[in-house]
C-alpha cells in the first residue's frame, strides 16, 4: 500500500452508488503520488486504506477483466 498519505483531492463517491441513508459506499481520493485513497462514506473519520498508482492500477484492471464476478 501506499506510504504517500497526502490526499490532494475531495473524497467522492461513484455515481453509480446509491444516495439513499442505508446505502453501502465507499469514497476515493487521488494521492499526490498518483495512488488512490478509499474510505467508508458512513465512517469518514475513520480508517482510510491508501494505494500506490500501480496497485490502482492493477485492481482497476482486475476489475474490467471480471476477477471480481458480477
Do not use: Y
Not at 439513499?20 to 476515493?28: K, Q, R, T
Request: hydrophobic share 35%; net charge negative; with cysteine.
Amino acid at each position: 500500500m501506499s506510504r504517500n498519505r497526502n490526499i490532494v483531492t475531495a473524497f467522492r463517491k461513484s455515481s453509480a452508488s446509491g444516495m439513499g441513508a442505508n446505502d453501502d459506499c465507499v469514497e476515493i481520493a487521488q494521492t499526490a503520488d498518483g495512488g488512490r485513497a478509499i474510505r467508508d462514506s458512513k465512517a469518514p473519520h475513520g480508517p482510510i486504506l491508501f494505494f500506490t498508482p500501480t496497485e490502482w492500477n492493477a485492481f482497476n484492471v482486475a476489475v474490467s477483466d471480471g476477477e471480481f464476478g458480477g
